[in-house]
């Protein structure tokens, strides 16, 4: 599995950014497919979730109503939006992958196995 991220940048508080991650090597039909990030002195965190197969979504609480995570089961591409970001959204963003996941493991990094190079984020206040 390969997974390659894209998108990061600088943007003001308030602004938006779009990331995307590029997954190829096998078919992901029985996959979950994450976003994390990780901010400098800090552990790598769950933000936003989604099962390949269904959809069923899991999001950290400190971005719900503002990051939303999607796929495109054609381009076998994962997005994160995030909207109204925060200078605490400010981190290496990394997308992530793992099969056969159960819900209550959606937001747990070790649960992963297949991982992408990050991507950075700077929010600016």
């Known amino acids: 599995v390969q997974l390659q991220a894209s998108g990061g940048g600088l943007v003001q508080t308030g602004g938006s950014l779009r990331l995307s991650c590029a997954a190829s090597?096998?078919?992901?039909?029985?996959?979950?497919m994450g976003w994390f990030r990780q901010a400098p002195g800090r552990e790598r965190e769950a933000v936003a979730v989604i099962r390949w197969s269904g959809g069923t979504t899991y999001y950290a609480d400190s971005v719900k109503g503002r990051f939303t995570i999607s796929k495109d089961m054609a381009k076998n591409m994962v997005y994160l939006q995030m909207n109204s970001l925060k200078p605490e959204d400010t981190a290496v963003y990394y997308c992530?992958?793992?099969?056969?996941?159960?819900?209550?493991?959606?937001?747990?990094?070790?649960?992963?196995?297949?991982w992408g190079q990050g991507t950075l984020v700077t929010v600016s206040s």
């Open positions: 090597g096998r078919t992901f039909s029985d996959y979950v």
């Open positions: 992530a992958a793992a099969p056969r996941l159960i819900y209550s493991n959606f937001g747990v990094p070790s649960a992963y196995s297949n």
